[in-house]
C-alpha cells in the first residue's frame, strides 16, 4: 500500500455516457450501479484502499447528482473536491482545468467506468522510479485502437487498428509492440507546463506529440483484470 501522505488522484466522470444510452439518458455515467455500488464508489474504494486520501472529481453531466451522492455518503472520510466544467472539455482540458489540485508530487488519473485489480501502488512506484513525464497503464488485450511501445516500454506512437492510420513519434524502423491504454495513468506536475493553450483538447494526441521529445513510460499489468464499464457488453 502506498504512503497515504498528499496522495492525490482524479476521477474522470464528466463525459455524457453515451455509448450507454438510454441508461445515461437521466442518469450519469458515475452513479450507474454493478454489483449494488455505484461505478463512481467501485473507484473511490479501490482508491481509498491503495492509499489515497485527496482525490478531486471532474463533473459535468448531472453534476448535482453526483455531488449530492459523495455528501451524502460523508465523502467517504476523505477530501473530495469537485471540478466543474460548463462545457465539456474532454479528457486532457479536464485534467488540465483540475491542475491546481494535484500540488507537487506525481499524482493519478482514473476513468470512473474503469473496473481493474490493477495495483495502482506498483503503478505509482514505476512512475517515481523513472520519473517520466507521465506513464500510462497498459494491458495486452483486444482494442480498436493501441498505443505502439518501444523495447525500452515508452510510447511510440499510435494505430487504428480497423482504418491501419498510424502515426509514429520516434525512430524510423525501431520495433514497436500494439498495446491497449487502461485509461489510468500517473502524471508528474512538470506536465501540467506543457499542455497545450486551448481549453480543450484530448489527451491521446497530446501524449503522441509529448513523446517526440519527452518520456512517456507504458507500464504493462497483462495479468490483472480490467473491464470497460462504458460499454454495453461490458456493464451487462
Request: hydrophobic share 40%; no cysteine.
Amino acid at each position: 500500500m502506498l504512503q497515504t501522505r498528499d496522495n492525490r488522484a482524479m476521477i474522470l466522470a464528466a463525459g455524457l455516457g453515451s455509448r450507454l444510452r438510454p441508461l445515461t439518458d437521466h442518469t450519469p455515467k458515475a452513479l450507474l450501479e454493478w454489483k449494488g455500488k455505484p461505478l463512481l464508489e467501485h473507484v473511490i474504494r479501490k482508491l481509498i484502499g491503495e492509499g489515497f486520501r485527496e482525490i478531486i472529481i471532474n463533473v459535468h453531466h448531472f453534476k448535482e447528482l453526483i455531488v449530492d451522492y459523495i455528501e451524502r455518503n460523508d465523502r467517504f472520510g476523505i477530501r473530495i473536491e469537485f471540478s466543474h466544467e460548463e462545457e465539456l472539455l474532454d479528457t486532457g482540458g479536464g485534467i488540465a482545468r483540475a491542475s491546481w489540485f494535484f500540488g507537487d508530487r506525481p499524482f493519478l488519473v482514473h476513468s470512473v467506468d474503469i473496473i481493474s485489480d490493477i495495483r495502482l501502488g506498483r503503478l505509482m512506484e514505476a512512475h517515481e522510479r523513472d520519473r517520466p513525464l507521465a506513464t500510462l497503464a497498459v494491458k495486452d488485450r483486444h482494442t480498436t485502437r493501441s498505443l505502439l511501445m518501444n523495447r525500452e516500454g515508452l510510447l511510440k506512437g499510435w494505430r487504428d487498428n480497423q482504418s491501419g492510420e498510424t502515426i509514429l513519434t520516434g525512430e524510423e524502423g525501431e520495433v514497436l509492440t500494439p498495446i491497449a491504454f487502461s485509461a489510468i495513468q500517473v502524471m508528474d506536475p512538470a506536465i501540467v507546463e506543457h499542455f497545450p493553450g486551448e481549453k480543450r483538447f484530448a489527451l491521446i494526441p497530446f501524449y503522441l506529440e509529448l513523446s517526440r521529445e519527452h518520456p512517456v513510460l507504458l507500464h504493462r499489468h497483462d495479468s490483472d483484470s480490467w473491464k470497460d464499464m462504458g460499454r454495453h457488453e461490458s456493464y451487462r
